[in-house]
């Protein structure tokens, strides 16, 4: 037969067990508090680290995107840190392995789901320290260009010309080459032009050199280098090449505004004619248009 429910047997057990955790309860609350406090105090602890890392890095690191992600890494090592001493300060050892494994699993899952953002937070710490890359440079890349205004973990941000800002994800910077004017401080520009068939060749190329070379002057082994490259429509066309001062596209454009003005000006001095596209009519038809008999 079956014992029959004791209300006062089944008070008294749950009474017991509320007494035994009140008492676990106060027995562990010195260690309780001291877990917070110095959980509390790693918190503090990550934020001034934080801070006297950057100053650090700010005297030798010039990339702002680096020294911001070194420092919230640090901030995030730290603040773990005093998390874990926290918890063995509880004796919550299993819980913490229980913690970590359950980690791992939740990590991979989410590592699964979130490819596409994590690709693009690597590539973001490769190109932090890459230096060909640096925030202030102008760049050309995935048809775009502009100066890099922003570096951080998903995308790079490029201001344009135009003062239109364009969000590029980090993996599309890595995976696809980039052309960046900034990281030498000479480049070489190159114009085209063609002069009439009748003009004296040697002379054309002698005025042309000469007058580059006045206004672009030439530093260790650069020249000017110019030759004649084809037989066109209405002209015989040439290239000029030369270095300036680049470091942006916009001195490119300036660079070959003043060198077409000069070398206009050059030309109209000596009669050197830039002809236009030249079509001829050819009007030997002999067909007759009168009525036939």
């Given at each position: 037969m079956e014992d029959k429910f004791n209300l006062k047997e089944s008070l008294?057990?749950?009474?017991?067990?509320?007494?035994?955790?009140?008492d676990s309860l106060i027995l562990n609350l010195p260690n309780f508090l001291l877990s917070v406090?110095?959980?509390?105090?790693?918190?503090?602890?990550?934020?001034?680290?934080?801070r006297l890392l950057n100053k650090l890095l700010a005297k030798k690191v010039k990339q702002d995107s680096i020294r911001h992600i070194t420092v919230k890494?640090?901030?995030?090592?730290?603040?773990?840190?005093?998390?874990?001493?926290?918890?063995?300060?509880?004796?919550?050892?299993?819980?913490?392995?229980?913690?970590?494994a359950g980690a791992g699993v939740v990590g991979l899952a989410i590592g699964l789901a979130l490819q596409g953002t994590l690709n693009n937070t690597f590539s973001g710490i490769i190109l932090s320290f890459l230096p060909e890359l640096q925030i202030g440079d102008w760049v050309e890349t995935?048809?775009?260009?502009?100066e890099v205004t922003e570096i951080n973990l998903r995308n790079i941000v490029i201001k344009q010309s135009d003062n239109n800002y364009v969000v590029i994800p980090n993996s599309k910077i890595v995976e696809e080459p980039f052309k960046n004017f900034s990281t030498t401080n000479r480049s070489r520009v190159m114009l085209n032009c063609g002069v009439g068939y009748s003009s004296d060749?040697?002379?054309?190329?002698?005025?042309?050199?000469?007058?580059?070379?006045?206004?672009?002057?030439s530093r260790g082994n650069e020249q000017v280098e110019f030759m004649f490259t084809e037989f066109g429509d209405s002209s015989i066309n040439f290239v000029v090449r030369f270095w300036t001062d680049v470091t942006k596209n916009?001195?490119?454009?300036?660079?070959?505004?003043?060198?077409i003005i000069e070398v206009k000006k050059t030309f109209d001095k000596n009669g050197i004619n830039?002809?236009?596209?030249?079509?001829?009519?050819?009007?030997?038809?002999?067909l007759n248009l009168q009525k036939p008999e």
């Open positions: 008294e057990g749950i009474s017991a067990k509320l007494v035994s955790w009140l406090i110095v959980f509390v105090f790693f918190i503090f602890l990550a934020k001034y680290t934080g890494v640090s901030k995030a090592i730290v603040i773990l840190i005093g998390f874990f001493i926290a918890l063995g300060i509880l004796d919550l050892n299993k819980i913490l392995t229980s913690v970590l995935n048809s775009y260009a502009g060749l040697e002379k054309v190329k002698e005025i042309t050199i000469e007058t580059i070379s006045k206004h672009f002057p916009r001195d490119i454009l300036v660079a070959k505004d003043i060198a830039i002809p236009f596209p030249i079509r001829t009519i050819d009007f030997s038809n002999t």
